[in-house]
Structures are given as structure tokens and as C-alpha cells.
């Protein structure tokens, strides 16, 4: 299951990515999108968050993930488009030499702190 091994990068930036001064809050929400294309399955990416949190300093935190449809622009008519299933080719023109915007990443997107507003 690649997953784990993603879980445990997530956390890791996570963990670094929390300034100095906040260090020991408790982290309540991890957000991160991922491209359809990523091959990352969403359900087995937060169950193994949910194993890899524990006795960490983010344990208790959540995952939300937010799936991305994958974007595609042609690079003969600039045409840019979005896709549920890999099919490359222009849906205007049929060309195939096409470029993919997005679909394929997967990011950490913000890291929600359990605390009033500051
Ligand atoms: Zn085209």
C-alpha cells in the first residue's frame, strides 16, 4: 500500500511546515488536494494517515482531501479542458499533443491549527 508511505510524508512536511512559536498546538485539519491522476485512492490515503498520526505531534489530526479533476490544455488550439478519464486527445480539434495542466499532484494545501482566531 503506497499510501503509507505518502501518509508519512504528509506528515512529515506537516510537521515542518509549523512555525516555531506554534509548535505544540495541537494540529486539528491537514488539507490536501489530489489530482485524479495521482493514483493515490483518498480512502486508504486518510485510513493510513489515521495509523501514521499516532504518537506524533499532529496524532489527532485529520485529513481532508480534496480530489482534483485533471486539466488538459492542446497545444495546437490552446483549447484547455478537464477529463474524469484519461483520454488525450483535444476534444475540439483531435490533436494529441497536449499538455497536462493538472490532475497528476498531489499538495498540501493548508494546515488548520486548534485555535481562536489569532
Ligand atoms: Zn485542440
Excluded at 9 to 15: C, E, Y
Excluded at 49 to 62: H, N, P, Q, R
Aim: aromatic content about 4%; charged content about 25%.
Amino acid at each position: 500500500m503506497h499510501e503509507m508511505g505518502i501518509a508519512l510524508q504528509i506528515i512529515d512536511i506537516a510537521k515542518s511546515s509549523i512555525p516555531e512559536n506554534l509548535k505544540g498546538v495541537p494540529v486539528e485539519t491537514v488539507h490536501v488536494q489530489v489530482g485524479k491522476l495521482s493514483a493515490v485512492v483518498p480512502r486508504s490515503l486518510s485510513f493510513c494517515f489515521d495509523i501514521a498520526v499516532k504518537e506524533t505531534s499532529l496524532e489527532g489530526a485529520k485529513l481532508d482531501i480534496k480530489e482534483m479533476p485533471v486539466t488538459l490544455k492542446c497545444s495546437k488550439c490552446e483549447n484547455i479542458w478537464t477529463i474524469d478519464t484519461p483520454i488525450f486527445e483535444c476534444e475540439k480539434c483531435h490533436h494529441t499533443k497536449i499538455e497536462m495542466l493538472s490532475g497528476r499532484e498531489l499538495d498540501i494545501i493548508s494546515i488548520e491549527l486548534a485555535q481562536d482566531d489569532p
